[in-house]
């Protein structure tokens, strides 16, 4: 599904699905079934990492510290194994750059600062395979903290359990900003860019609350990081640059430095507007707009959810379920009483995926469970739908029995009715309780 909220996601259940889709790419990505090449796998295992870690940290408050903490330093310690080789690349990747966009850069220099890069490449890869298999010892680490997530404590599908982590992430972006300004060494620029990181993971997360709203924010944060990458790459160029020093000529070692530091100099440039304008409020003021954000999609859902009356709802479902083993003249009689009840089955069938036999009771259930169809009065503008009850486990053919007063027969006795539709609601949301935005 991607990394962010579905539509009708809740918090605890998109994060959960966030959290274990990325690491099952991870793995993918390091088994040989993401990218063909090595390195490339490798990169994009470890961005994955990172929005792995920057999920878990959204979620803190419903998943606690501690839990928190733990899983987030193991991803971390698994990424640093897979770094070695790959930041070596990346080093040659920032020369070649440099020398694309400087001017006058002495030839000789770069060649020979690039012969010495490539050595430590080599060196960097060699040591690793003395290791043994430490991509295999990697997947394993991360298959480990997959498997624990099953059982997470995550159930809080609100807005509320973000909060405080968003206005945290929002609020450390905006202090890690100010001393970059400030101190001025690449050391707090490369902090910045971190945290600046964790307000765009969060933000794509959050992105389908209101994506006319974040999307601004999303491609905002998203050049910064951009921005704040370059730098640090030139950084650490810059610390290989004193590294090696010894393999290039005095004066052209002056020139390529005063190329790196001329460079570092425009990005910093073009970072200070982009960072003005993504940390422009108070961590409080962007946490209470985002809540409305979050409160106006539980609203348009509400809007936008076909909404039924239970004793419509339940004859429906009772329909559906007993066209799935009706024979042919069974089938055309079940149709016709379908037509008769007013509600447009194409209208419902648009909204899953399609399957044999046509829109069933399954479908049905899902749509409830994901709050397309509402069983009840539509709510008056303003009112704010209560949230279902968390349901005993049933099976949807005992739902539709109770609908039917539990003989199969229609119409049902009134004290039937009533406790067969709410019967009907429940057991249609079990398997997704709390998905509804509300």
Request: glycine share 8%.
């Amino acid at each position: 599904m991607g990394f962010s909220l579905d539509q009708h996601e809740g918090i605890a259940t998109g994060i959960r699905r966030i959290f274990d889709e990325e690491l099952a790419k991870t793995i993918d990505s390091l088994e040989g079934r993401g990218p063909a090449d090595r390195d490339a796998a490798v990169h994009d295992a470890r961005k994955r990492l990172k929005k792995a870690r920057a999920a878990v940290r959204l979620a803190r408050a419903d998943l606690g510290r501690d839990v928190q903490r733990t899983e987030t330093a193991a991803l971390g310690d698994a990424a640093r194994r897979l770094s070695g080789v790959r930041d070596a690349h990346v080093l040659l990747e920032t020369l070649a750059a440099l020398d694309e966009h400087a001017t006058a850069l002495p030839t000789t220099a770069v060649g020979d600062l690039r012969t010495a890069l490539e050595r430590r490449r080599d060196e960097l890869h060699a040591a690793a395979l003395e290791n043994g298999d430490v991509v295999g010892e990697v997947t394993a680490q991360i298959a480990a903290v997959r498997e624990r997530a099953q059982e997470w404590p995550l159930h809080d599908e609100s807005f509320g359990s973000v909060a405080k982590s968003l206005q945290r992430i929002y609020r450390r972006g905006s202090a890690a900003m100010d001393a970059a300004f400030e101190e001025g060494d690449d050391e707090s620029w490369h902090e910045w860019r971190k945290r600046v990181k964790d307000l765009w993971y969060a933000l794509r997360i959050l992105e389908p609350v209101a994506a006319r709203q974040l999307k601004g924010m999303v491609d905002e944060a998203d050049r910064l990081s951009d921005v704040l990458g370059e730098h640090n790459d030139i950084a650490v160029l810059r610390a290989a640059l004193e590294e090696h020093a010894g393999a290039l000529d005095t004066g052209q070692l002056e020139l390529v430095r005063a190329a790196i530091d001329r460079r570092r100099d425009e990005l910093r440039l073009a970072a200070v507007p982009l960072g003005r304008r993504l940390y422009a409020e108070a961590p409080k003021r962007f946490v209470r707009r985002t809540r409305s954000y979050w409160k106006a999609r539980s609203e348009q859902a509400s809007a936008e959810a076909i909404w039924l009356e239970p004793v419509l709802a339940g004859r429906l479902r009772e329909l559906l379920a007993a066209r799935a083993s009706a024979d042919a003249a069974g089938k055309r009689r079940i149709a016709a009483q379908l037509r008769g009840l007013g509600v447009r089955i194409t209208d419902l069938a648009e909204r899953v995926p399609r399957r044999p036999g046509g829109f069933a009771a399954e479908d049905f259930d899902t749509l409830v469970a994901e709050g397309v169809i509402r069983i009840g009065a539509v709510p008056a503008p303003g009112d704010r739908p209560a949230p279902p009850p968390v349901p005993a486990p049933q099976e949807p053919q005992e739902a539709a029995q109770a609908a039917t007063g539990g003989d199969g027969l229609w119409p049902p006795s009134p004290v039937a009715l009533v406790r067969g539709s709410a019967g009907l609601a429940l057991g249609a949301a079990r398997r997704m309780r709390g998905k509804l935005p509300l």
